[in-house]
């Protein structure tokens, strides 16, 4: 280690500060993990973002396959390194019992020995860096002892760019918030207290945040007190959602097919999170359930490709069905009005409605 191995971490740590995001971030992690950690011969970042564990950056497809594998099965070093600190090692995969049905997946991928590396730092307590080689026994203690500080340096870059997204957010919001009150103030001659008032109203009317409804009226023009305008702008915002998840999903079709079914429990995955969100923002409007019900006829639509593919076919078909049922509830609470229990009932949990998840709660009025 010695003087050459700090001027390695000291570029790498000028190299992290030059990035503009996280994601630039992280890509700058994996890249250069490959070629300052000995024996690496993959690499990714796994960061847990609102409450989900996902993969922020990759080197490779076998990366990202390992990384979707360990998410897939709910076990494996990676999962292990975020709970914990330091640096968890696997030296050789087709021997080790800790993680059976993950181990097992790493074998059929080529993969020998895995390191996972924690990352600390303020904002990213659940997140590590995983670092993967096809040999076994492919870090030595060099490896482990330049990969923990790799890592240390890796997770104060990565809480430091979290930061400055949280206040670039931050920012845009006000920013936001300030132009639809103005707006508001100039056309109904009212103070700016009455102004966000107006807006707080809007947003307690259709179950949207205040945010999102002040870019709305900022970018469209569009009064706080015209609900339905309000809900048609945001039912296309969702729509689009949709409609850029389903061409995600055809995208991966190709690769998930035959040989990766994990690949396809992640997708199915982030496609219920999605439409659960869609859903929840605007549960009280007809234009969300028919938004949620064209997510789930996608969703049930790539099911039923995969089941013809011949990976897991049954399943597939049951999870197809489970979409068909969910689409059909929302668009029989949309004919029935979303009065009484004919909206709130039938968009329950109990008839298909997208299953709540962590990132798909009920989001709250406000900022």
């Given at each position: 280690?010695?003087?050459?191995?700090?001027?390695?971490?000291?570029?790498?740590?000028?190299?992290?500060?030059?990035?503009?995001?996280?994601?630039?971030?992280?890509?700058?992690?994996?890249?250069?993990a490959?070629?300052?950690?000995?024996?690496?011969?993959?690499?990714?970042?796994?960061?847990?973002?609102?409450?989900?564990?996902?993969?922020?950056?990759?080197?490779?497809?076998?990366?990202?396959?390992?990384?979707?594998?360990?998410?897939?099965?709910?076990?494996?070093?990676?999962?292990?390194a975020?709970?914990?600190?330091?640096?968890?090692?696997?030296?050789?995969?087709?021997?080790?019992?800790?993680?059976?049905?993950?181990?097992?997946?790493?074998?059929e991928?080529?993969?020998?020995?895995?390191?996972?590396?924690?990352?600390?730092?303020?904002?990213?307590?659940?997140?590590?860096?995983?670092?993967?080689?096809?040999?076994?026994?492919?870090?030595?203690?060099?490896?482990?002892?330049?990969?923990?500080?790799?890592?240390t340096?890796?997770?104060?870059?990565?809480?430091?760019?979290?930061?400055?997204?949280?206040?670039?957010?931050a920012?845009?919001?006000?920013?936001?918030?300030?132009?639809?009150?103005?707006?508001?103030?100039?056309?109904?001659?009212?103070?700016?207290?009455?102004?966000?008032?107006?807006?707080?109203?809007?947003?307690?009317?259709?179950?949207?945040?205040?945010?999102?409804?002040?870019?709305?009226?900022?970018e469209?023009?569009?009064?706080?007190?015209?609900?339905?305008?309000?809900?048609?702008?945001?039912?296309?915002?969702?729509?689009?959602?949709?409609?850029?998840?389903?061409?995600?999903?055809?995208?991966q079709?190709?690769?998930?097919?035959?040989?990766?079914?994990?690949?396809?429990?992640?997708?199915?995955?982030?496609a219920k999170?999605?439409?659960?969100?869609?859903?929840?923002?605007?549960?009280?409007?007809?234009?969300?359930?028919?938004?949620?019900?064209?997510?789930?006829?996608?969703?049930?639509?790539?099911?039923?490709?995969?089941?013809?593919?011949?990976?897991?076919?049954?399943?597939?078909?049951?999870?197809?069905?489970?979409?068909?049922?969910?689409?059909?509830?929302?668009?029989?609470?949309?004919?029935?009005?979303?009065?009484?229990?004919?909206?709130?009932?039938?968009?329950?949990?109990?008839?298909?409605?997208?299953?709540?998840?962590?990132?798909?709660?009920?989001?709250?009025?406000?900022?």
């Amino acid at each position: 280690m010695g003087m050459e191995l700090v001027e390695v971490l000291t570029e790498a740590a000028r190299r992290f500060a030059e990035q503009e995001s996280v994601a630039a971030t992280a890509d700058r992690i994996a890249e250069l993990a490959v070629t300052v950690v000995p024996g690496v011969g993959s690499a990714s970042v796994s960061l847990a973002r609102s409450g989900t564990l996902v993969t922020a950056a990759a080197t490779d497809e076998l990366a990202a396959a390992a990384d979707d594998a360990q998410y897939g099965c709910g076990e494996g070093p990676c999962l292990r390194a975020v709970a914990d600190d330091g640096v968890l090692a696997v030296d050789d995969l087709a021997g080790d019992a800790r993680w059976p049905r993950f181990t097992a997946r790493a074998v059929e991928l080529g993969l020998g020995s895995v390191l996972s590396c924690h990352l600390t730092g303020r904002g990213v307590a659940r997140s590590s860096l995983n670092l993967y080689a096809r040999a076994p026994r492919a870090f030595d203690e060099r490896s482990r002892a330049v990969a923990a500080l790799y890592a240390t340096h890796a997770g104060i870059a990565l809480a430091t760019a979290l930061r400055e997204e949280d206040l670039r957010t931050a920012v845009a919001s006000r920013e936001a918030i300030s132009r639809a009150v103005g707006i508001l103030m100039q056309r109904h001659h009212a103070t700016s207290e009455q102004a966000f008032r107006l807006l707080s109203t809007a947003s307690q009317k259709l179950n949207i945040k205040v945010r999102r409804l002040a870019e709305i009226i900022a970018e469209t023009g569009i009064d706080a007190g015209d609900t339905s305008e309000l809900a048609r702008q945001a039912a296309k915002d969702a729509a689009a959602r949709a409609s850029e998840l389903h061409d995600q999903l055809s995208s991966q079709t190709g690769r998930m097919r035959g040989s990766k079914p994990e690949h396809v429990s992640e997708a199915n995955r982030r496609a219920k999170q999605a439409a659960a969100r869609a859903a929840d923002r605007l549960q009280r409007t007809m234009a969300a359930y028919l938004s949620a019900a064209e997510a789930h006829e996608r969703a049930a639509l790539l099911h039923e490709k995969m089941a013809r593919s011949g990976t897991d076919g049954t399943d597939h078909l049951r999870q197809a069905e489970e979409h068909r049922q969910a689409a059909a509830a929302a668009r029989q609470a949309v004919e029935n009005g979303l009065t009484g229990s004919a909206g709130a009932g039938q968009a329950g949990a109990g008839s298909g409605r997208p299953e709540r998840t962590t990132e798909g709660e009920t989001p709250r009025t406000g900022t």
